[in-house]
């Protein structure tokens, strides 16, 4: 398999990532060739500096790089030869099996959105965040913020989307659904979550619990855990804050550890019809690590051809 | 100024409302009359058993409670002698100035819109919570849950409240106003945030900083944190829960301590013509102890006179 990495996105690229394609290459399980996209002249050096085997990765030469605060539909307009837009080419031409990029997050879902194509059926492609749950388990949270406003029937496919995801990539078995909502009873909630509930009970693809509050985030209720956008995006952005506030507060606690967001990654793009994942700007090599390996178990899984299965017919 | 309590709401009543009066009675600064609105057989051996003396508080006989899971407005309706609605009439008729109640939340919320007037020129009246800031200061967030569905003007006008809070209750000379939204730039985020933007900018009565994201909410950034109903209600018992999570793990720290909610009583309801709190129901005598030191404050600083000249013109 063959998995495409951006060098050049990130606060501290080519720099931690070829750290991180270092870790990964070291790593027991490494079948993947690693694409590495980006500026040669700066990737070379660094590989031979970290004594990256030639025949392991392979740089693609990309001449232009899209900044961290450029406009996305404008950039990847007026730089294809962009790390980003070559490993989009690359991706889509089916030359790579996946994408990973820690750089400007907008420009990756505008290149994946035109270069892919979204998974026949799905309406709106959704990006998901782990939740590490107190009991030690995980939950997936989607949306987390590429769709602000949403329609019922949105939320009700994240809610395949991320059962999809819980069950071959975290590896729950029969993964719990709740609706995140403002009451438990079926009737509570805004106009949206009210339309939704619904849906979600009639859906024989997935394993409905009902609706789950703000409290329940965290603890063992639902495995995957559907909303908005907009709620989804607050809900990321606090739970990445803790990580840093109980640092902070010199608290040496495993559970809060687990909101440091280099142990996940990064964010796959869900619902496009290849795997596609994003990563935070400040990523360091362990992050990096930590997507190459994700990329490589979404591709392992067939995770995809398990999504576009479910919204067949 | 007396300060209505109903004896009846909540889980541990009225025995921990009767601490809670004691403990206030006890303070230096007591000089409100409570009214103990509730079952005067139940009350009057408590107040003998806490030596409260008959001077310092008035039992007004309530023959009716309304449970926690009754439904709020049939509720209402068929219990005119309930705590909850003797409260009320008392509150509207003038008899005490502000009513304080941890009994089923849906019908004191009822009861109060439909026994209160809404102060004039507000829309909808709002609820609202501290968050406590990792610095040692003090946020406000609203709307927290009345409000799941809002219009952008509601937002803006919660704004204004929440500054009057800010100002007069928690003691934040000139506080900053931050839109929660999902970017930091004005044009993101949902099409409610995206059309709050400009009333707030336009503003004159609050002192408006812009968007600020969910991993700004536990920060020092804005003092009034402004969203609808839904995401904040998310936000309120997301927070709360981390209480308990840090107990759980065996936390010992005195920022994560200021998540419990007993530090803070009750949820005021702002924006209707009399001041109304109401309480968790768990609440404990220090949560009755604060809620009715809230109204007393409330009271003491005119903050509904201060609203009402703010909706003025």
Redesign the interface.
């Known amino acids: 398999m063959n998995i495409g990495l951006d060098m050049m996105g990130g606060d501290f690229s080519p720099l931690e990532a070829v750290k991180g394609v270092q870790l990964y290459l070291k790593g027991m399980e490494a079948p993947a060739t690693i694409f590495l996209v980006g500026d040669e002249t700066r990737i070379h050096p660094l590989l031979k500096e970290y004594s990256i085997p030639s025949g392991s990765v392979k740089v693609v030469h990309a001449a232009q790089v899209i900044g961290m605060d450029e406009h996305p539909t404008r950039a990847l307009k007026e730089k294809p030869q962009s790390s980003i837009g070559v490993g989009f080419q690359l991706l889509a031409t089916g030359q790579m099996d996946a994408f990973i990029s820690a750089g400007n997050t907008g420009a990756m879902l505008v290149g994946a959105l035109y270069s892919l194509k979204p998974i026949e059926g799905i309406q709106r492609p959704t990006i998901c965040t782990i939740l590490p749950k107190?009991n030690g388990g995980t939950g997936v949270l989607l949306d987390v913020?590429l769709n602000?406003?949403c329609k019922p029937e949105n939320l009700n496919q994240f809610a395949i989307l991320g059962s999809l995801y819980a069950q071959h990539i975290v590896g729950i078995e029969q993964p719990r659904v709740g609706l995140?909502n403002?009451g438990e009873e079926e009737g509570k909630?805004?106009?949206l979550?009210q339309a939704a509930y619904p849906l979600l009970k009639e859906n024989s693809q997935i394993h409905f619990i009902g609706n789950i509050?703000?409290?329940?985030?965290?603890?063992d209720k639902a495995d995957v855990m559907v909303?908005?956008?907009?709620?989804g995006?607050?809900?990321?952005?606090?739970?990445?804050?803790?990580h840093g506030?109980t640092k902070?507060?010199r608290?040496v606690?495993d559970?809060?550890e687990r909101f440091d967001f280099e142990h996940y990654g990064g964010t796959p793009l869900l619902g496009v019809t290849k795997p596609v994942i994003i990563g935070h700007g400040i990523s360091r090599e362990r992050s990096f690590l930590n997507m190459i390996n994700l990329a490589q178990k979404m591709i392992a899984s067939d995770l995809l051809g398990k999504m576009k299965e479910s919204f067949l017919s």
Request: charged share 20%; proline share 0%.
């Open positions: 107190e913020g602000a406003d995140l403002i909630g805004n106009i979550a509050e703000g409290r329940d985030l965290l603890l909303c908005e956008g907009f709620t995006n607050v809900i990321l952005k606090l739970a990445e804050s803790l506030i902070n507060q608290i606690n559970y809060f």
